[in-house]
């Protein structure tokens, strides 16, 4: 069975960090792009960051550039996302997503395995 596993998320302070750890089951990430998007109440779901596994290409939200890192472990199947200088907007239930690809040079690609998501309250 395909699994997505996300971990990770809590409360923090604004300023500080969280790194969000996307476990990945059933399958091998080889061949894919893993993703990280957000949801935020009455909001709709937004693209993050992302990671081509095939070449380490990744590309994130304008809105996250200098504050989130997303990094790979192939031999633990997992996919990280390094969150810091967290502010109060950044509140938001955070998923991973894998989609299949062959390319290269790109991880945007069509997501369709996704996991249940993990609370990330940034708040004093």
């Known amino acids: 069975e395909v699994q997505l596993v996300e971990s990770g998320g809590g409360l923090v302070q604004p300023g500080g960090s969280l790194r969000l750890s996307c476990a990945a089951s059933?399958?091998?990430?080889?061949?894919?792009?893993i993703g990280w998007f957000r949801q935020a109440p009455g909001k709709e779901r937004e693209g993050v960051s992302c990671i081509n596994i095939n070449d380490g290409t990744t590309n994130s939200a304008d809105f996250v550039k200098g504050r989130f890192t997303i990094s790979s472990d192939n031999a633990k199947n997992s996919v990280y996302l390094q969150m810091n200088n967290l502010e109060r907007e950044d509140t938001a239930v955070y998923y991973c997503?894998?989609?299949?690809?062959?390319?290269?040079?790109?991880?945007?690609?069509?997501?369709?395995?996704w996991g249940q998501g993990t609370q990330v309250t940034v708040s004093s």
């Open positions: 997503a894998a989609g299949r690809t062959m390319h290269r040079g790109t991880c945007l690609v069509s997501y369709d395995n």
């Open positions: 059933g399958f091998t990430l080889d061949y894919h792009a």
